[in-house]
């Protein structure tokens, strides 16, 4: 059988004759009063180096999972965490984690402990994202090995105010940034970022910071972005916010390009028309304003797919 070429295993009872040989866990349950049969004691040398939860109930005691003490893969997105499970901060080998937390949430700084994480995936499960905004530790900047990290809405701290008189390590490797909110885009960001490859970034208008304080322009300086979502909301989902002043800029490797909520007239529209390498655009809810978009020979030479929804656009 494939599964014991891989040696894949899902018996509990039969685990601990064949841990030392298991490359992956799964755990399949609709019963809290099994996880404690799989502790196996205080068993400290458990070599598995990844398990995966099948869990259909929410979850806060997996004390058990520090007996994995080689884990480098935890995969627990069918669990619902009410706090941060800071028992996994002991696994110091893990690479991959995804949770899904479903409650308004900060990180806590200990997280830098993990200094081998290249993946971090938070779900907020079936919640309003109004309810599922995290807060980041400051010491996010201090993991060097990140290369993804993704969430729903998070609010990320910026380096200049956030490691004032702390040691900050650049996140060269980082290749996935979603979703962060009002993130100003600033030089020494996309300085320690320089191979960010995907970026989704959300804008929520309070009606007082003005727009040219995120640094939309700077965009151009991530030689290496390849997709790009932007979204920008009004403080009333009701009314419209003032329209962004005309300062984007895109990099030449931009292959695919999400705008919503921008109100910018199409007349702009040759700053996206003239990326070379364009292959998808979807322009969402009010990108671009106005009834007439003429459009300019010698643009869009790639584009595959474009999407145009919720716009005023005629001809």
């Known amino acids: 059988m494939k599964s014991k070429q891989e040696k894949f295993n ?15 866990v799964s755990i399949l ?42 884990l ?28 899904t937390y479903w409650m308004k949430h900060r990180f806590p700084a200990s997280i830098a402990k993990l200094c081998n994480l290249e993946m971090l995936i938070v779900n ?38 956030a490691l004032m008189g702390r040691n900050i390590v650049s996140l060269e490797n980082l290749q996935t940034l979603g979703n962060v909110i009002n993130f100003r885009w600033t030089k020494e960001v996309h300085d320690m970022m320089p191979n960010l490859k995907k970026l ?6 309070d ?16 030689h290496q972005l390849e997709i790009l979502k932007c979204f920008f909301f009004a403080k009333s989902y009701l009314k419209y916010q003032d329209p962004l002043p005309m300062k984007f800029a ?22 996206v028309g003239s990326l070379s390498n364009l292959e998808v655009l979807k322009l969402k809810f009010h990108a671009f304003e106005g009834p007439v978009w003429e459009t300019n020979d010698g643009e869009f ?7 145009i929804h919720m716009t005023d656009l005629e001809h």
């Open 29 to 70: 349950t609709d019963l809290k009063n099994q996880i404690p049969k799989f502790a196996l004691g205080n068993n400290r040398d458990l070599r598995v180096p990844s398990v995966t939860f099948f869990f259909r109930n929410s979850l806060n005691d997996i004390h058990f999972i520090t007996n994995f003490w080689l």
């Open 250 to 271: 895109f990099p030449q490797k931009l292959k695919r390009l999400t705008l919503s909520g921008c109100r910018i007239s199409w007349k702009n529209m040759t700053v």
């Open 200 to 205: 989704v970034i959300s804008f929520k208008h």
């Open 207 to 222: 009606g007082q910071t003005k727009w040219s304080s995120y640094c939309f322009d700077n965009f151009v300086y991530l």
């Open 124 to 161: 907020p499960g079936k919640f309003r994202p109004i309810f599922n905004t995290s807060f980041l530790s400051p010491e996010i900047w201090k993991m060097a090995r990140l290369r993804h990290l993704l969430f729903m809405r998070s609010y990320m701290p910026h380096p200049t105010y």
């Open 72 to 99: 480098r893969v935890l995969d627990a997105l069918t669990i619902r965490f009410e706090e941060f499970p800071v028992e996994i901060l002991e696994l110091v080998n893990l690479r991959y984690i995804a949770l």
């Open 301 to 307: 030479r790639r584009l595959k797919l474009l999407l």
């Open 10 to 24: 899902s018996d509990v009872d039969y685990l601990p004759g064949v841990l030392d040989n298991l490359r992956q």
